[in-house]
Structure formats: C-alpha cells, structure tokens
C-alpha cells in the first residue's frame, strides 16, 4: 500500500453502537426486552419463531463475561487485544502467539499432547504478559448473572434458532514496517490490513481452540457435558427444528397420541421396575432369582465369548470350576458365597440383551419376565451399595467392573458411567493396582496376571466413557507404571503357577489377544482425549498431525488373526469382533481429534486434512458396523456404542454442510469436492447411515430408554435427503413419522402382556396406530400457528391436546435432554 506522507491526520472514527434488539423490534423499531431465546414483545405477537437476534448479540452482554458458552447462537472466544486473528462467531480457532515469534520453549506442546496442564497466557507483540481479566462494576456482575441464568436456563438451548453462517476465518495479514507506520496516521494505522495480503496459517503456528460444549440448567444445578457427546453436533444442523415443526404441523396423529409417546420416550420401565422399591437383597433371595441352568448356561456362553474377551477381569477356568461347585451347592444355601451369587447375576445381565429372548425361553423352566436382567443388576447393586468394603480386593473389583458394564448393555444410569468409572480408577490406585505388580513378592504370579488385566481393563473403560461424555480422562500413562497382561491361554496360568509363562506372539490367538493388542495405543488415545477435551486446546497443528500419523500406524499394525478350526463359528466372530471393535476405537479417537478442526475447514485450508480425515475415520465405523450387522445380531449388538453415533452424525453433517453451501469447494482437496464430483457418493454415504439407523432402532428397542435418540436420528437423515433432493421432501417427512410410529409400535407390542406398562397399557397403540397411518399416509399441508385466517383451530378430540400446545419432536428428544445420552463400550 503506498503511503501518503502529506497527508493531515484524520479525526478519530467513532463506532456507532450497534442497537441491541432482536431483527423483528429493531425492524419495527420497538424497544426490546432482550430476552433469550425469545422476547416478550415476539412471545406476545404469537411469532416466537421469527425472534431471532444477530450473531454478536450474546457478546454484546456486559465485559466481565468472557466464558464461552454453546448456546443457540454460534460461540465465540473473548481475546485479548493483541491477538492477531479476528475469528467469526462460529470459529472457535484463534492463535495466541505472533506469527513472528515462536513459541516459547519446545516443550509446551509435548505436554500438552500429554496432557499436563498449560500455562494460557501467552505473551502479546509487545513482550508483556497479559493484563488480569477486567472484574467489572457491581452493576455489570448482577448484568452478568442475570444473562448467564437467561442462557443456561434457556429452553433448547442446545439447537441454534438462527441460520448457520460461515462468515470465513479471517487470517492474520502482514504488517507493514515500523517506519511506514510511524509514517501513517492513526486511522490508517488501525485500519490498514483490510485490503492487505492475508498470510495462510502454518503447521507450526500456536493454535488455540474452545471446543464445543453444552450446558444446561441455571445458577448451581447445572450439567456439562463436552465435545464428544453426539448432541454437541447439533448446531450445525440449524434448520433441524424447523423442519420438525413442519412435520409436527402436517401430522395432526402425533398430537392425538401425545400421551403414549411421552410414555415410550420416559422409558416404558421407569416407574415400574427401575424406580420401585425393593427389600435389602440376602444370600437367598439373590439365589432365587437365578434363571434355569440351560438359560444361565447360554447367557454364560455369550458373555465369555463377546465381552469377557474385550474386558478381561475373570480367570475363565476358574469361573468355570466354581460355577460348577455353586450349582452344585444349591440344595445347601448356607454354604454358598453371597458375592459369587452376585457375579453370576451379573454376568447373566451383561448378556441380557444378546441372546434371543425366545431361545432363552424354551430352556427355561418358568416363565421369563422382560425385565429379569434390570432387576438382578437393580438387587446386585444394592448388594454391593451395602458391602461397605473398606479395603478392596480383587473380588470387588470385579464386582464394580461387572456392574457398569451391565448397567452399560442395559441402558440404566448412562449419565452416571463416568463418575462411577473415575471412583473405580481411585479405588484401584488406592489398592496399588496402578503399579507394577513384579515389585512385591508377596503377591503370586497369579494375582499378579490378574490385577494387570483389571488394571487395563478399567482404565479402558474410563477412557471409553470419557471419549463418549466429552470429558478427560481420570488417569494419563505417566500416572501408572503396571504393564499390560499377558497374551496367553487362561489355561496356562493357574492359582499355584511358580513362574509366569510366556507372552506369545501378537499374531497368535489367545484369550487375551484383543487387549493386548488394544493397550499398545492406549497411552496414545489418553492423550488424545486429555487433548481434545481440555477448557482449550492449545498445540500446533503439526501436533494433530503426528497424533494422526500414530494412530494410524497401530490401525495399520492391526493383526489378522487366522482361527485354526474354520468350523468353530464362536471364535471365528470372537475375532470379527476384535478387529472390528479396534479399529472402530481407533477410528472414534481420530474422529474426536480431528472433528473440531475439520469444521473449520472450509475457512482455513490448512485444515483440509481434517476434513478428509474425519469422513475417512466415520465411514470407517459405519462400513465395520455393516459389515458385522450382515454377519450376526449379536456382532452388530456388541459393535453399536456411542461412536456409531458420532460417525452418523458427522457424515449427515457433511451431506448437510455440502448441500446448503452450493458454491465451488474453496480448495479442491477438501471432502466436499469428492462429494460435488463423483456421482453417487451421497447416495453410498446415506446408505450406511441407514443401516446403522436399523441397528440402532434394534438396540433402542432393548434399552430401558433410547426413544430420543432413535427419533432425532430419524429426523436428521429425513432432513439430509430432503436438502440433498427437495422434490421428494413430503415422502421423506412421511418416513420419519412412521418410524416414530413403528419404534412405539413395536415397543408395545413387545411388552403387551407385561405388568410394568401399568393401567394404561398399550394405549392408543392397542389399535395399531401404525397401520391406521399407513392407510391414509397423505400429509396435512403445513399452516404454522401464527397463521389462523379464522382464528380458530380445529377442536381437539377427547383426551388429545391442541396441536399448538404440543411439540412432538421437540418435546420427545427434548433438546436439552440429549447431554444425558452415553452408550455402553
């Protein structure tokens, strides 16, 4: 830019202050309350949903308030002055050092990846550290707690109710010499960089990163929940809750049947079984709520085979010795151990859900309740609550182990997993299980083998959990010193075992071959979601980079396991299921890592990576989840978690994304050109999202609650097509009505003859609601409720509330309400 070296200096701009009002009271230029997400004025009107505000408005609020939160609108970070990157309010990557100084010492990033806690404030251009953040006057905090209880506290805060906007990363621009600038004057100084080169971020550059979250509450009773949660993706759909409401509107029999589906989407065992009360379990009552011994025995034979192999935590030859002795010992109740009773309730529950329920029926010798694995997790976790151990030993361990994995399989107490994992981990530190056995001579080759295989087993189910909550993890690898087990035969060890036998090769099949294979990257998969979940995260993008490079070289080091017997059938799956459950978790952990930078894509190419890296790691999942779901139910039961989720997710968001920004690919690298150029692409996408939504459907119907969810995954692929090819949109609508209908269907029917659905039944369901749609599947056109030319509505039938005073979508996988999802591992 030529500078003028006669020039007079220019007087001062003022910023004319932005009127703070929503559209609708500024266009009418009325005062506004301000009140979010809607104001009164709009909420008066009957227009609620044309109350919308500017993407600023919530960081036009008081200064003191410098915490991002994941509202409706798009969250942007508050930056300190000298920052020399301007992010637009839906990006969350800033950097926070000077392109031309580097980072201060080398072994910052290490850490970070590693997950020590950083030091945030970074020097400015200046040299200085930064000023303490400003307190505010007593009237700015009350301005503050005020707003902080209007957004926490607001309905549906977890959906954006104005359009997404990609306004673009606007990049740091290259400063003119200190000469030139003493030579301007002040306001081209301050505005000089506007018409400037923009300078492309680099691998090196000190990124920093808010990673979407959800809050929800107000004041002190608040839950959080992090960027790994699926519903945390939800406002990038920001058109999803318009087109719920139009489907609400065009389909009256959802209002009619309102009380039912409040009733499947609570949970059809909530008040019935898991809320009500029950006696102090005793060594006699928990034994007679066993099941036959050709239903135990089945039960047992699944559990060993699909979970006992991917969560080591009993010694199987001796498990099987004592079961033997315990059926034997029935007769004589007094001799029998009340915490062996408990394990075998608890490996029956666990494997609940992947037997099939006639089977288990015609080897039992009574009638088998829906229920019975809900209630002997419900009586063994009294039992345990009772135990009151001070000290825990391994029996315990086990004990604990078993009962989150079947709470887990069952659906029951999901938002409680990752505070009962974090007290399990303390609980096995304070027992030394976190050290190396091999120090203490006084613990037996076995006990040894044993504790090593509990220890892995519970710091991966922490981390599993973590990943699904979007929180850290409780423990990194510099916090343990205890290696993993052996890959051995269980056969091959035993109680009196002198000398320990030897590893054999990766390659080999053993008992333990899938966690010895799954705890090489466990250190690195710490790390990674220490990392991504951290308040910010702060490292290069070349860090990202080599995280990527090691997680694909242990998806590259994954055996292929040969079975010796092709005709056992039980290990042939039983190593389906190892390599498809590794690289899932492997997939998973990329898709966390690059998820947050992938969306920033379009703005910075830097991060095209990213994007390609997450639709690679999301196919991958969903491709494996085919794969296993053509094989067997029960391979496809084992291999649905709260990744197959995430991947569903982010593929629709892709198609969503792509199909809503029809203009050119800003780099024709990225993903989105693969699905401009090559035909059928969408179509193979939204295939696998459609199988994955079968067996989703197939396991929501065996939780005690999975109605949300199932609904909301309807609506996001009806919503995906309907954008990809609006001329079929009225057909797609209807497909998301009948799946709702045919979800409730299927749930009542299964539990007609049940006790736990109370008084009420079936419902409106005991007529088949189903078909009654199918036979006049016809739409009512949509007429939204600020339109009445007659101000009138329709009179509602009997017992049915008014179609304006019903939400069926909105309130049926209440928004706020998806921060409590997380499925089992």
């Known amino acids: 830019m030529e500078v003028q070296g006669n020039t007079q200096p220019d007087r001062v701009r003022k910023r004319r202050r932005r009127t703070m009002a929503c559209t609708q009271c500024r266009t009418r230029k009325l005062r506004c309350d301000r009140e979010y997400p809607t104001c009164s004025r709009c909420l008066k009107s009957r227009t609620p949903s044309k109350c919308t505000y500017e993407d600023g408005f919530l960081w036009q609020q008081p200064t003191t308030v410098t915490t991002a939160l994941a509202t409706d609108q798009r969250s942007t970070l508050s930056m300190p002055r000298d920052t020399p990157i301007d992010t637009p309010s839906d990006s969350a990557i800033t950097t926070v050092s000077s392109r031309t100084e580097p980072f201060p010492a080398s072994e910052a990033p290490r850490m970070a990846m590693a997950g020590s806690p950083m030091h945030h404030e970074y020097h400015g251009l200046t040299g200085h550290a930064l000023a303490p953040p400003y307190r505010g006057r007593p009237h700015d905090r009350e301005r503050k707690d005020c707003f902080l209880e209007t957004v926490l506290g607001a309905p549906k805060a977890a959906v954006n109710q104005e359009p997404y906007v990609n306004m673009g990363l606007q990049r740091p621009k290259r400063s003119a010499p200190a000469s030139e600038q003493d030579m301007q004057a002040p306001s081209q100084v301050d505005y000089a960089h506007i018409d400037e080169e923009e300078d492309p971020l680099s691998p090196t550059d000190q990124l920093d990163l808010a990673p979407r979250m959800m809050m929800r509450g107000r004041e002190t009773k608040t839950r959080f929940s992090g960027s790994g949660i699926f519903a945390s993706l939800v406002a990038q759909f920001p058109d999803i809750r318009s087109f719920a409401e139009e489907i609400k509107h065009s389909t009256p029999i959802l209002a009619q049947l309102q009380p039912d589906l409040r009733r499947v989407k609570r949970g059809l065992f909530k008040l019935m079984v898991l809320n009500r009360p029950f006696p102090d379990p005793t060594t006699a009552s928990l034994i007679n709520m066993l099941p036959s011994r050709g239903v135990a025995d089945e039960l047992i034979g699944l559990y060993i085979t699909y979970i006992e192999s991917t969560h080591r935590i009993l010694h199987v030859p001796s498990f099987l010795r004592e079961l033997d002795q315990f059926w034997a010992m029935l007769d004589s109740p007094a001799s029998i151990s009340a915490a062996f009773t408990v394990q075998v309730l608890l490996v029956l529950a666990c494997a609940w859900n992947l037997a099939d329920f006639a089977s288990l029926q015609s080897k039992s010798v009574g009638e088998l309740k829906c229920q019975s694995a809900m209630e002997w997790t419900l009586h063994a976790e009294r039992w345990i609550e009772n135990l009151h151990t001070k000290r825990p030993e391994i029996t315990s361990m086990r004990l604990s182990i078993l009962l989150i994995l079947a709470r887990n399989s069952l659906g029951m107490k999901r938002s409680q997993a990752w505070l009962t994992t974090s007290t399990l981990v303390k609980q096995a530190m304070m027992a030394g299980y976190h050290r190396d056995p091999s120090r203490y001579t006084q613990i037996s080759v076995f006990n040894k083998e044993m504790r090593r295989r509990i220890w892995t087993t519970i710091v991966e189910l922490d981390l599993q959990i973590a990943l699904d909550r979007g929180m850290p993890p409780s423990v990194q690898s510099f916090d343990y010193d205890v290696a993993p087990g052996l890959n051995i035969f269980d056969d091959e060890i035993h109680e009196n075992s002198t000398e320990a036998p030897r590893s054999r090769p990766s390659w080999e099949v053993t008992d333990s071959s899938f966690q010895s294979i799954l705890s090489r990257s466990l250190p690195l998969r710490l790390q990674a979601c220490s990392l991504m979940h951290s308040p910010r995260i702060s490292c290069r993008y070349e860090d990202i980079q080599r995280l990527d490079g090691e997680l694909n070289r242990h998806l590259s080091q994954i055996p292929s396991w040969v079975t010796v017997d092709p005709n056992d059938i039980g290990t042939k799956h039983k190593v389906i299921l190892w390599k498809g459950l590794i690289e899932t978790k492997l997939s998973q952990t990329l898709l966390s890592v690059h998820t947050p930078f992938a969306i920033e894509a379009r703005r910075e190419s830097l991060f095209a990576p990213s994007a390609r890296t997450r639709i690679d790691a999301a196919t991958r999942i969903l491709t494996t989840q085919r794969r296993l779901h053509e094989i067997s139910r029960t391979l496809s039961l084992c ?182 999802m997380t499925f089992p591992c």
């Not at 969810?709 to 009806?718: G, K």
């Open 639 to 820: 291999m649905l978690g709260e990744w197959t989720i995430h991947a569903y997710i982010s593929i629709c968001q892709l198609l969503h994304a792509t199909e809503s920004d029809a203009s050119a690919p800003s780099h024709p690298i990225s993903s989105t050109f693969i699905l401009h150029n090559i035909p059928g692409v969408p179509e193979s996408l939204l295939s696998l999202v459609e199988t994955a939504l079968i067996a989703l459907e197939e396991r929501s119907l065996l939780m005690t609650k999975g109605a949300k969810d199932y609904y909301f995954l309807s609506t996001i692929v009806a919503l995906v097509k309907s954008r990809l090819w609006p001329a079929q949109e009225s057909m797609y609508k209807q497909q998301v009505v009948e799946r709702v209908l045919s979800f409730a269907q299927i749930l009542f029917s299964r539990h007609m003859n049940c006790d736990h659905l109370g008084d009420k039944g079936m419902g409106n369901f005991n007529n088949n609601q189903l078909a009654a749609f199918m036979a006049a599947p016809t739409m009512v056109p949509v007429m939204h409720p600020e339109f009445d030319p007659n101000g009138m509505l329709p009179p509602p039938q009997p017992g049915a509330l008014r179609p304006d005073e019903f939400d069926p979508f909105l309130e049926i996988f209440d928004w706020e309400d998806l921060t409590s």
